[in-house]
């Protein structure tokens, strides 16, 4: 297990280089290049060819990528063009806003999906599962940013009231952040509950099939004890699966939540920077993705070791 | 027991009261937990303002702008998302008045015109730069303007966004003597007292651009304006304090200004229902929602001075004319075709102001009168269609950024351009490449918003001058014009004659049909005073004056 675990370390270097080598190439090669948007703001635009040098756009391709990847290497992700402030100083500010959302977020889907599959699973064919099918559905049909609105803007209009909306970091004041994060966390765990809980009910139909759940009920085991140490622990393979893409791509998909709720995440970050050419942002923020999907898919395939003790790596 | 009756014992298995009793504790803890998290949000409690016209000193303002600013560099920087910090904390010689229709002086005491070339501005005395390192609070003096005015003025393409106001026009800045600075020019040049009341003219201190460099970064910003940096959390907020020696005594009347980012407009309705903010611009469609729920509000309303201009393809010496757009009678019956009020009914619901020259309606005494607008005439349009040769017309292309504003627009034109045959596909463009196609002249109709600013030449010389980029108008009287109305110092009543038979001579040529302006609503609570419509570039200026009757 050791080895393996080392081995898929390993591994995460050459996966970087690839995925920097195709950012670096993608997002130079979308029409509309950064030194004509930044001319194009002045009065009368300048020399284009002049920006460029000055952003130092104007060397071979190459010699731009080697100089990145040795920064890169030493920690320096670049400097924004147009803020002029470091990647990492921006990274460090946004991070961590989207991934608290995207825990919080799992977590609340988790409490939805996991009681809502096994009963739906346990009770088959019966009010609760179409109640809890029904729920999923909905789930995955109404889009989060239309509940988020109206969420937002019903109270207001009728009330006076909206919820706070200023980001205030966790360790600074706790009660602050969790008010401004618990709206957006339930909405999107709500979305994403629903492909979990089917998948819940869906693995927990078959694995209450199985003859060690009969000998299970045969030797007299109470309930709790076959659905949850037994039953719902094998069923959980897919589903941990399930929760490890849906994190890997909230890291950089939340933009709509974070514009309607105010968050200060990557999504906005990487968004803005995609439309303003900001190339060294655009490849900071995919980095980063790119390393957080790599050992999100690490450790779930380690999860499942624990899972499953079949399961063994060599 | 076989499978098939373990499944029906599973089946009739019923939910016993214990269970759920059980899980209606759980569901109300966690309703409870929820609400106690979830209900952190402010209440806007109505209250009768104070009838008192005496300002009061003290509080907070907290005001909403679409995003950060990329930088705080006056003299880099082109957003509004900077310049309404940069006002609040940064001061320059001349500002403009509330209306934006005349500069009043802000750093300068006063100052005198002797000729058509020289400028004297006398500075007021003892005003100090903020009280942060490394200028320390020292006074200002003759040589922080020279040095201000030098560096904005340098010549460094894509950096200096604001060199052209002054580079090669300036013969020389002389600093008299400690407080008095005087500008020499190198032939008459009347853009020069707007350009020096603009918000990016700001004096910055030369310790502070030795220590930085750029003063991109918000911690840089260290002005002599009412306000001074307080806080500045990058993408939520920015927060501004009292500058306690700020050379405009009693002034500013607030303690603190808070600038909130927030990108969605949905979002900032519900924040102003909600009392977070107090004083937002509204879109159109919240406007009315926004004066039901909250009546005693206080409401500004104002135009734009960015307009929305239909254009056709340039032309230059070097870019040949496109074909049918080079036939001037096909210009004319396109802007013919054009019912400028269906746009704004369209598109805004009705909040806007028709155009009718290239300068924007508020910007007064520039502005053609409405009396010279050129309206929507159809049978006059087809005629001219026939005279150039396409009685049954022809078909094109509409580009334009793919923003809701500019493809509604486009579907406006599409639809009045069909009425004289001409048939228009409409090509959205990601904003990004949008620069690129416009960039390098290659499209039929573009849909376009403009911006502006208080100077007249900004409407005319970067579209018709002859050292215009963005858009290129190979008519060489027009550019001569151009360049002879920036001469015309003394006499305002001639110069204001001559920018108007320029906007004629524009209309008479066609090459682009200016549309329209749009209204806005600025709410604000019961308590404020003095406050200005968010789109005001000097809004950040006048915060100073801005304060709370309760």
């Not at chain 2, 509330?98 to 500069?103: A, H, I, K, Q, V």
């Amino acid at each position: 297990m050791t080895q393996y675990v080392i081995r898929r370390v390993l591994l995460i270097f050459p996966t970087l280089l690839i995925v920097t080598l195709a950012v670096f190439s993608v997002v130079r090669l979308i029409p509309g290049d950064v030194a004509t948007l930044m001319v194009s703001e002045q009065g009368y635009g300048a020399d284009v060819e002049a920006v460029k040098h000055m952003l130092g756009l104007d060397k071979p391709w190459h010699e731009q990528y080697i100089k990145y990847m040795s920064n890169v290497l030493r920690g320096d992700l670049g400097t924004s063009l147009w803020s002029k402030r470091a990647v990492t100083e921006e990274l460090s500010l946004r991070v961590p806003v989207s991934v608290e959302l995207g825990i919080l977020a799992i977590g609340v889907s988790l409490c939805i999906a996991i009681p809502i599959g096994v009963a739906s699973a346990i009770r088959q064919d019966t009010w609760p599962d179409y109640l809890g099918r029904s729920l999923a559905i909905g789930g995955l049909s109404i889009p989060g940013f239309w509940i988020a609105t109206i969420i937002l803007v019903l109270p207001a209009a009728y009330f006076n009231w909206s919820p706070p909306m200023k980001y205030q970091p966790f360790l600074k004041d706790p009660l602050a952040n969790l008010q401004l994060f618990i709206l957006p966390a339930v909405i999107m765990g709500i979305a994403m509950s629903a492909s979990v809980m089917r998948m819940t009910r869906a693995m927990m139909l078959e694995v209450l099939r199985q003859d060690y759940i009969r000998t299970a009920w045969a030797k007299g085991m109470r309930e709790r004890a076959v659905i949850v140490r037994h039953a719902l622990k094998n069923a959980m393979i897919p589903v941990v699966t399930i929760l490890g893409m849906q994190l890997s791509l909230l890291l950089g998909g939340t933009v709509i939540m974070e514009s309607i709720f105010n968050l200060p995440g990557m999504g906005r970050l990487l968004i803005d920077a995609i439309n303003w050419r900001d190339y060294p942002v655009v490849q900071g923020v995919n980095l980063v993705i790119a390393t957080a999907i790599v050992c999100m898919n690490l450790l779930v395939d380690v999860t499942y070791t624990y899972l499953d003790p079949r399961i063994r790596y060599r | 027991m076989s499978e098939s009756e373990y499944w029906a014992s599973i089946m009739r298995r019923r939910l016993s009261r214990r269970t759920l009793m059980q899980a209606g504790l759980a569901t109300g803890i966690g309703l409870w937990a929820g609400s106690a998290l979830g209900c952190g949000g402010s209440q806007e409690t109505k209250g009768e303002p104070t009838p008192s016209n005496q300002p009061k000193q003290g509080g907070t303002v907290t005001v909403r702008a679409d995003a950060d600013a990329r930088g705080f560099d006056p003299h880099l920087e082109t957003q509004t998302q900077a310049s309404i910090h940069i006002t609040k904390i940064y001061s320059g010689l001349m500002i403009w008045n509330r209306d934006s229709t005349e500069l009043v002086p802000d750093l300068a005491q006063s100052y005198e015109q002797p000729d058509e070339v020289t400028y004297i501005f006398k500075l007021n005395q003892g005003v100090k730069w903020h009280n942060i390192p490394p200028v320390n609070g020292r006074e200002l003096t003759a040589e922080d303007v020279k040095f201000s005015i030098e560096r904005m003025s340098t010549n460094q393409p894509g950096k200096f966004q604001h060199a052209y106001y002054f580079l090669g026009r300036i013969a020389k800045i002389d600093a008299v003597d400690k407080y008095t600075v005087r500008f020499t020019m190198n032939k008459p040049y009347a853009p020069f007292m707007a350009y020096i009341g603009s918000p990016w003219s700001k004096i910055v201190a030369r310790e502070a651009v030795d220590k930085w460099g750029e003063l991109t970064k918000s911690e840089t910003m260290i002005g002599t304006g009412g306000f001074m940096l307080k806080s500045h959390t990058p993408n939520v907020e920015l927060v501004v304090k009292r500058n306690p020696d700020y050379f405009k005594k009693g002034l500013p009347y607030l303690d603190e200004h808070v600038t909130r980012f927030i990108a969605d407009p949905s979002t900032v309705t519900t924040m102003l229902l909600g009392g977070e903010l107090d004083y937002a611009t509204i879109d159109s469609v919240d406007i009315e929602r926004v004066k039901k729920a909250k009546p005693d509000y206080q409401i500004i309303e104002g135009v734009s001075t960015n307009p929305f201009i239909f254009r056709t393809p340039p032309y230059d010496d070097k870019i040949p004319q496109k074909a049918p757009f080079d036939n001037k009678k096909v210009r004319q019956a396109i802007l013919r075709a054009i019912n400028k009020q269906e746009y704004i009914d369209v598109v805004y619901g009705g909040r806007g102001v028709q155009c009718v020259g290239m300068i924007a309606p508020d910007r007064q005494p520039w502005a053609l009168p409405e009396s010279d607008q050129i309206k929507q005439d159809i049978p006059k349009a087809k005629q001219l269609m026939a005279e150039a040769g396409f009685p049954n017309g022809f078909k094109t292309d509409i580009i334009c950024p793919n923003m809701w504003y500019t493809v509604d627009c486009s579907q406006v034109a599409k639809g009045q351009l069909a009425k004289i045959g001409i048939d228009a596909e409409i090509k959205p463009i990601e904003v990004a490449q949008y620069y690129n196609v416009v960039y390098a002249y290659n499209y039929n109709l573009n849909m376009h918003n403009m911006t502006g600013s208080e100077e007249p030449t900004d409407y005319l010389a970067p579209y018709y001058g002859s050292a215009a980029t963005f858009y290129r108008w190979g008519n060489k009287e027009l550019q001569q014009k151009i360049a002879e109305q920036e001469g015309i110092v003394l006499d305002k009543e001639k110069r204001i004659k001559a920018i108007q038979e320029i906007e004629h001579m524009i209309q008479d040529e066609a090459p682009m049909a200016p549309l329209f302006v749009v209204k806005y609503s600025t709410f604000g609570k019961p308590s404020l005073r003095n406050f200005l419509p968010v789109w005001n570039n000097y809004q950040g200026y006048y915060a100073t004056e801005l304060w709370l009757s309760e």
